[in-house]
């Protein structure tokens, strides 16, 4: 009975170790946004369709500098190069004024 109740609390304990980094995008735009997270190599990863208003879900993302980029319908903010951590959790927020802006925050 002490085997198995050590198994599983450490398999619980690996299952909740995530060492990757992971975004998710908060839209503060008046319509939706699309953001890109470009590594120096590998495959960009995205998150589409952001409404208004609403944060996405995080994904994962590699460890290291990204371009983070948002498209908008109207003016898009400028790029950003942000160095993501690993076992960390951060929000790309998209907000508005006179031309839109992202910031990248740490959760």
């Known amino acids: 009975m002490k085997r198995l109740l050590l198994i599983l609390t450490l398999a ?5 170790c995530n060492d990757v980094p992971s ?6 735009l008046p319509g939706k ?8 190599s590998g495959n960009t990863l995205n998150i589409n ?8 879900g995080y994904i994962d993302v ?8 948002a498209s ?15 076992g960390n959790r951060y929000t790309v927020q998209v ?5 839109p802006s992202m910031t990248v925050i740490q959760d």
Not at 12 to 16: D, M, N, Q, S, Y
Request: hydrophobic share 35%.
């Open 33 to 40: 946004v699309n953001v890109s997270f470009q590594p120096t």
């Open 95 to 99: 907000d508005t004024g006179a031309t």
């Open 12 to 16: 619980l304990f690996v299952a909740g």
């Open 62 to 69: 590699p460890e290291g500098m990204l371009r983070i980029h």
């Open 23 to 28: 975004a998710r995008v908060r839209n503060r």
């Open 49 to 56: 369709d952001v409404a208004p208003g609403t944060v996405s």
């Open 72 to 86: 908008t319908s109207g003016t898009n903010p400028d790029d950003v190069n942000h160095t993501f951590v690993k």
